[in-house]
């Protein structure tokens, strides 16, 4: 398989920017769809690690537009095999994203081993885990929860950044399409706000 080279282009800015060569990590019962949102700001080829005996697959017809065809997803058999895909994975430089569901606690170690995989590809990763699993290494770790909405054309997430080794920490009810990587800040009131930039 032959993985092109990613478009070049600015990277994406504000608040739900994924530092380049890092690890991060989403909790949450949100968390995948704060994971497809971020594939919509990371260009390139994305790899999909999940558990073999995971039932919750990804349907392509939900899947954001474009997505299916740079996506690719792997399924390993245990929780040593899906830590040395990801690992290679961030090694792997035409990788634009790497997301993992990891099923048991990441050790500091562990965490570690993706930090310097991520850092030697110029890779981004996010390990989607459950809560009170992450590592200590990673660079951040968001907690992501959908909102109900007040009316039915619309779509609430909360996400909130509870660690942040390179800046502030933080909350956002964003109202999100699963379509662009543009969102919509909603205010207490859920009033809408101008719309975010997408990448460009």
């Known amino acids: 398989m032959i993985l092109h080279d990613r478009v070049h282009r600015p990277p994406p800015v504000g608040p739900f920017t994924l530092l380049k060569a890092r690890v991060h990590e989403a909790e949450g019962p949100g968390r995948r769809a704060f994971a497809l949102f971020q594939t919509l700001r990371h260009p390139g080829p994305?790899?999909?690690?999940?558990?073999?005996?995971?039932?919750?697959?990804?349907?392509?017809?939900?899947?954001?537009?474009g997505l299916g065809?740079?996506?690719?997803?792997?399924?390993?058999?245990?929780?040593?095999?899906?830590?040395?895909?990801v690992e290679e994975a961030l090694r792997a430089a035409p990788v634009g994203l790497v997301?993992?569901?990891?099923?048991?606690?990441?050790t500091l170690t562990a965490g570690r081993r993706l930090q310097l995989a991520a850092e030697a590809?110029?890779?981004?990763?996010?390990?989607?885990?459950?809560?009170?699993?992450?590592?200590?290494?990673?660079?951040?770790?968001?907690?992501?929860?959908?909102?109900?909405?007040?009316?039915?054309?619309?779509?609430?997430?909360?996400?909130?950044i509870?660690?942040?080794?390179?800046?502030?920490?933080?909350?956002?009810?964003?109202?999100?399409?699963?379509a662009s990587a543009a969102v919509h800040m909603v205010s207490e009131a859920r009033q809408r706000h101008e719309p975010a930039d997408p990448p460009r």
């Open 46 to 65: 994305v790899l999909w690690v999940l558990p073999e005996h995971e039932p919750r697959r990804l349907m392509p017809r939900g899947l954001p537009e």
């Open 69 to 85: 065809e740079r996506l690719m997803v792997l399924t390993p058999k245990g929780e040593t095999d899906l830590l040395w895909c």
């Open 162 to 178: 509870n660690k942040n080794k390179s800046g502030t920490t933080g909350s956002w009810t964003v109202d999100w399409n699963g």
């Open 121 to 160: 590809g110029r890779t981004t990763g996010l390990m989607l885990i459950r809560e009170g699993q992450g590592s200590n290494a990673t660079e951040t770790r968001w907690h992501c929860e959908p909102v109900p909405a007040a009316t039915a054309d619309s779509t609430l997430h909360y996400w909130s």
């Open 99 to 106: 997301i993992a569901e990891p099923q048991q606690p990441l």
